[in-house]
């Protein structure tokens, strides 16, 4: 992958490689792979007595966003119920900058709820997508549908420009503005894809975005209406793709996912390298994986928005249903699949899990592995329930998780099982392999560390202070394991 951003020029590389130990964005790279290179890593620790803690942060009651790494800073998302600020109350996304060393507050970004009806921001979920970092930039998506490009230093070096209005963003709806202080974020500009690209997100925006070269390909968490009885805005895009350096609205896909989604688009896309030219892999709503060609030529300052040219488009399940998909909403038995995963690319391969929706379908969920050239499937492995998880594809072995609670070990090549895990409750977070260790979190707060490879072994478990929803991290000689309420940063002392 560093070849290939090496070829498209130095101004690509810069603007999306990740520095040598920092996790400055979701996944491995540019290819979403749930792997890190990071070495001396623990296998157990224990809050109770510190051992092989670094130090603990409090974050709000409830965070899906996983932590990301740049620059000294630990990012964040969570909600606003144990408040930093007392004049920013009541329920709100929360961003959260973080001293990696540390894990002191540097700065926060706390936006209000969006409305008109909880649907569109669910309550006290707060801001669930990860921040990506490059340079002294960060970008990421609030709770209110809005992707922002933030200043890495925040406000504590002034109000950097060119967007002035963050004391708009501070404020509660019919207030006037607030004045930033030293801890508030620096918005340097912010795109409204509600407003601007006519997106109806439901129940909560979520999304990390993937930068390429000049650009950032974001996913819109276009969905339902209140009702689920349909897709409230049919013909909005699914995935959008911005300047980053501007924020203006270049391109959309324009193969009508929104009208085939089930429940709403929460999958955000990969990068590959596929014939020596990079390509986009996007997992939809409503159930295809569909491959993009990057955007070359964006259209002039004014235009519409060009039209993003479609490689191939994989149905990961064919015999669905196709036509009024939404009278299966309930239906635990039979109905259409979607993705909530990131698909992920690996040596000419890539890697997805789909099914049945985890709140409104069917229980039946899978692995598939696809020629990432045309999309063809070379395997399928039955999962146990639903799937939130993105695979971690690492020495041959597939690591992925599932809803019933247990972690598989596929064999890459074939699809075949190698082994199961019990983890006694069901997973949303994603498994983190690194530093020969695979590292898994449940809904029940208990935290798995298995040995990579063929044979299982179990190292260590230990039940955590709440839920974990967040993908574990490693950067910099570190574990990050964020909880509902607390984001733990692990380093091995013994």
Request: glycine share 12%; net charge neutral.
């Amino acid at each position: 992958m560093r070849e290939l951003l090496a070829a498209l020029g130095p101004a690509l590389l810069a603007a999306g490689a990740p520095g040598a130990d920092d996790r400055p964005q979701w996944g491995a790279g540019f290819t979403r792979n749930q792997v890190s290179d990071e070495r001396n890593l623990p296998d157990a620790f224990d809050p109770g007595t510190g051992r092989n803690v670094r130090w603990v942060a409090p974050l709000g009651t409830e965070t899906y966003s996983t932590p990301t790494v740049a620059s000294g800073r630990v990012f964040v998302g969570t909600n606003n119920e144990r408040p930093r600020d007392p004049r920013l109350g009541g329920d709100r996304g929360v961003i959260l900058c973080l001293d990696e060393r540390t894990g002191a507050l540097r700065w926060q970004l706390a936006t209000t709820k969006r409305g008109p009806t909880w649907y569109w921001d669910w309550p006290r979920c707060g801001t669930c997508s990860p921040v990506t970092a490059a340079g002294d930039r960060a970008y990421a998506i609030t709770n209110r549908g809005e992707v922002v490009c933030l200043d890495l230093a925040g406000m504590a070096d002034g109000n950097q420009g060119p967007f002035r209005d963050e004391g708009r963003l501070l404020a509660a709806p019919g207030q006037p503005p607030l004045e930033p202080g030293p801890t508030d974020a620096d918005v340097v500009w912010l795109f409204d894809y509600t407003r601007e690209a006519g997106v109806r997100q439901h129940d909560a925006a979520h999304g990390s975005i993937l930068l390429l070269g000049p650009h950032l390909y974001v996913n819109t968490s276009n969905g339902l209406n209140d009702a689920h009885s349909a897709v409230e805005r049919p013909e909005a895009p699914c995935l959008i793709v911005l300047d980053r350096a501007t924020g203006r609205y270049l391109a959309r896909e324009r193969e009508g996912i929104a009208r085939g989604t089930f429940h709403s688009n929460w999958s955000s896309p990969a990068l590959g390298e596929v014939e020596g030219r990079p390509r986009i892999f996007f997992a939809g709503g409503d159930g295809a994986v569909y491959a993009f060609e990057p955007l070359e030529d964006p259209p002039p300052p004014g235009a519409e928005p060009a039209g993003l040219r479609l490689a191939w488009k994989h149905d990961c399940d064919p015999g669905a249903p196709k036509e009024n998909i939404h009278r299966y909403i309930r239906n635990r038995r039979e109905g259409p699949s979607n993705i909530k995963s990131m698909p992920v690319f690996h040596e000419g391969r890539l890697y997805v899990t789909f099914g049945g929706d985890v709140w409104w379908g069917k229980r039946q969920a899978w692995l598939r592995c696809l020629d990432a050239a045309d999309g063809r499937e070379l395997w399928t492995y039955p999962l146990r329930d639903h799937c939130m998880c993105t695979p971690a594809v690492q020495g041959g072995l597939v690591y992925v998780a599932d809803s019933g609670g247990l972690i598989h070990c596929v064999d890459a090549r074939t699809g075949q099982a190698v082994w199961t895990h019990e983890a006694g409750y069901e997973l949303w977070a994603s498994t983190l392999v690194a530093d020969g260790k695979v590292y898994a979190g449940t809904r029940r707060g208990m935290f798995w560390v298995l040995a990579e490879g063929r044979e299982k072994k179990v190292l260590s478990s230990l039940r955590l202070d709440s839920a974990i929803h967040a993908t574990p991290v490693a950067a910099n000689g570190t574990l990050y394991v964020a909880t509902m309420t607390r984001l733990y940063a692990l380093a091995r002392a013994d």
